[in-house]
Nanobody, 111 residues
Framework: QVQLVESGGGLVQPGGSLRLSCAAS????????AGWYRQPPGKQRELVAT???????NYVDSVKGRFTISRDNAKNTVYLQMNSLTPEDTAVYFC?????WGQGTQVTVSS
């Protein structure tokens, strides 16, 4: 069974950066798109970015120009580089591959 493990979250000041990682076990990673989602406190989970198996990326408007999704198929890992973070980016971040969810990693942006 495929499992996803996110890491890289934490507390950062406004304007700072974090890089999230999502490591997948199993061979399905390479043939599937992957996505990062987030769930802010008291709100519903929302899409942040997706990347196809070939590396084509899409972003929600609120993160365009600040976040970069990438993948390393050799390592079965998808990344989310987050720059110029604001308090509005505070959320639990989840990755998703083939409708499988990771456990989430907390990102808190606060001074």
């Amino acid at each position: 069974q495929v499992q996803l493990v996110e890491s890289g979250g934490g507390l950062v000041q406004p304007g700072g950066s974090l890089r999230l990682s999502c490591a997948a076990s199993g061979s399905i990673f390479r043939i599937n798109s992957a996505g990062w989602y987030r769930q802010p406190p008291g709100k519903q989970r929302e899409l942040v970015a997706t990347i196809t198996s070939g590396g084509f990326a899409n972003y929600v408007d609120s993160v365009k120009g600040r976040f970069t999704i990438s993948r390393d198929n050799a390592k079965n890992t998808v990344y989310l580089q987050m720059n110029s973070l604001t308090p509005e980016d505070t959320a639990v971040y989840f990755c998703n591959v083939a409708d499988i969810w990771g456990q989430g990693t907390q990102v808190t942006v606060s001074s």
